[in-house]
């Protein structure tokens, strides 16, 4: 079954720039993005279809970048001009389409990488 690995995170300042990689083993691999700060549910934040068409949240739309590595089963969220807000640990999975739900998401979940936003 497929394992899902995220990396990446860390502590940038406001404005700061980061890219967050997730790597998955076996068959299969992950194509969208959720984020999860404290106290709130889980949420899509971007998403890329097998055609390469990319959906954002209002969110993140103009600063996050979605992009795919299909030879290395790696998908990437380049992260800019981050904000305070952007504070989250950040997940990859697997949806269909159109989906924008987490509760869409059709594999195990990964520990997620922290990202943290602080001057």
């Known amino acids: 079954q497929v394992q899902l690995v995220e990396s990446g995170g860390g502590l940038v300042q406001p404005g700061g720039s980061l890219r967050l990689s997730c790597v998955a083993s076996?068959?299969?691999?992950?194509n969208a993005w959720f984020r999860q700060a404290p106290g709130s549910p889980r949420e899509m934040v971007a998403r890329?279809?097998?055609?390469?068409?990319?959906h954002y949240a209002d969110s993140v739309k103009g600063r996050f970048t979605i992009s795919r590595d299909t030879a290395r089963n790696t998908i990437y969220l380049q992260m800019y001009m981050l904000k305070p807000e952007d504070t989250a640990v950040y997940y990859c999975?697997?949806?269909?389409?159109?989906?924008?739900?987490?509760?869409?998401?059709?594999?195990?979940w990964g520990r997620g990488t922290q990202v943290t936003v602080s001057p």
């Open positions: 890329i279809s097998g055609l390469g068409v990319e």
């Open positions: 999975n697997s949806v269909s389409s159109l989906s924008t739900a987490a509760t869409d998401a059709s594999l195990p």
């Open positions: 076996g068959s299969g691999g992950a």
